[in-house]
């Protein structure tokens, strides 16, 4: 018909399949590029903390999952709202494909944090504003999976999700103030991170690991999408072609 | 337009009348939750003074959320539910009205029993009022908040169970503000500010949780 690029193209699961297939290896390297290079540079080029000493280095996994954990909630609520919206197939299996990851991340952000809090303050857990959000939204993430897990209709599991998700994206500030004031109200903030400037070179480690991180989300999203795909489109000739194509 | 809502509201407190037990047993489950607790810490009455609101909530949240699956859960079992969704008036300003009628059979009568349950636990008269007034203004946002959940979990095997997982979180808010009225009328603060930001949640809440369970309403009856 015409020339002109057409991104909408991509919105059918028969032209994403390949497409996505083609994207992964790319992510792939590329997180590992940007993870060796991340690590390299927050374990042996930038110098040990003054204060905390040695322990401080898994600031450059525990900042990124965070950040990770954070914004893929905000991606799957931008899918669903696209899928409510449009009614388009792939937005819910996006959301789904993301939901494990995002879990992840909060989880690895709660567990490095632990490992972070008992040599720095003496303590896995203090029920402070950012960390209870943090477990909050993890409690989230669990409730998504399990309420699309128990729909056996994938539409309607996909359209509930999403309702799910847009109403968790409107709580979610209400839920973050409700709980940095409480915190506040409870007992003055006992522990303070003292927001000294950060040494330019930890700042290029972290950034560096937060884009393996992003890369690593991206590719695994994407596999992931892709075996849902192949999951619900199973009945189609374009999935038949394309398993025939794997057996030969 | 708001004759819908009060109808339903009328049609579903006649039936919750011819159902009496099933409130009285909501009830119970609260009045139950809040005794076990000084059963398992202790009778000291310096720490359950400082426990009770926060006990309270919890229990009053715990038996919200179990008298929500029937929110809808009878209406679709019989039908009754896609032909209000066929009517011609707004699903949200039906459920705007099961909402309502809910919380006038599961959040009222907590709110009633509140203050008995507040002398067993030593509360001041001051923290007695707050208490009480921050469940009543409180629990009609547990209401709706609840609705979304009931209505995206509406006939779903094990649907209790993913109702908990799916709203408590979301009432982490109300939980926060209600318990924390009476921390800061005790301390001496003055609790108005809790019970303002509580109402302008249940505000929100019967405005909007009502749309967004009919969204979701929509969906289980595709």
Known sequence: MNDRFNLYRFAAPATFYPLAGKMIPWFVAAGILFGLAGLYIGMLVAPTDFQQGEGYRIIFVHVPTSWMSMFIYLVMAFWAAIGLAFNTRLSGMMARALAPTGALMAFLSLWTGALWGKPMWGTWWVWDARLTSELILLFLYIGYMALVAAIDDPRRGDKAGGILLLVGVVNIPIIYFSVKWWNTLHQGSSVNLTKSSMAEIMLWGMLLMALAFWMYSIAIALARVRTIMLERERHTDWVRQELAGDSQ | ?222
Do not use: C
Request: aromatic letters at 6%; proline letters at 6%; a negative charge.
């Open chain 2, 1 to 222: 337009m708001p004759n819908i809502v009060f109808s339903v509201i009328a049609r579903d407190l006649k039936l919750a009348m011819r159902r009496q037990a099933d409130i009285v047993s909501a009830l119970f489950f609260f009045v139950i939750v809040v005794s076990l607790f000084p059963l398992g810490i202790g009778p000291e009455v310096d720490l359950l003074r400082q426990l009770a609101p926060g006990i309270l909530w919890v229990a009053a949240l715990l038996a919200t959320m179990l008298s929500l699956p029937r929110l809808f859960a009878d209406d679709y079992r019989d039908g009754t539910l896609e032909q209000l969704a066929l009517a011609p008036h707004p699903l949200g300003l039906v459920v705007t009205g099961k909402v309502i009628a809910h919380w006038l059979v599961s959040g009222l009568p907590l709110a009633l029993i509140t203050p008995v349950l507040g002398i067993q636990f030593d509360l001041s008269t001051d923290a007695l009022l707050v208490l009480t007034g921050a469940i009543l203004i409180g629990t009609p946002a547990l209401s709706g908040i609840g609705a979304i959940g009931a209505a995206l979990t509406l006939g779903l095997r094990g649907g209790g169970i993913l109702l908990s997982l799916l709203v408590l979180p979301l009432y982490i808010p109300v939980l926060i503000f209600g318990a924390g009225a009476v921390d800061a009328t005790v301390s001496g603060l003055g609790g108005e500010g809790h019970l303002s930001l509580l109402a302008a949640m249940t505000i929100a809440a019967i405005g909007f949780a009502p749309w967004a369970s009919a969204a979701a309403l929509k969906i289980a009856l595709e």
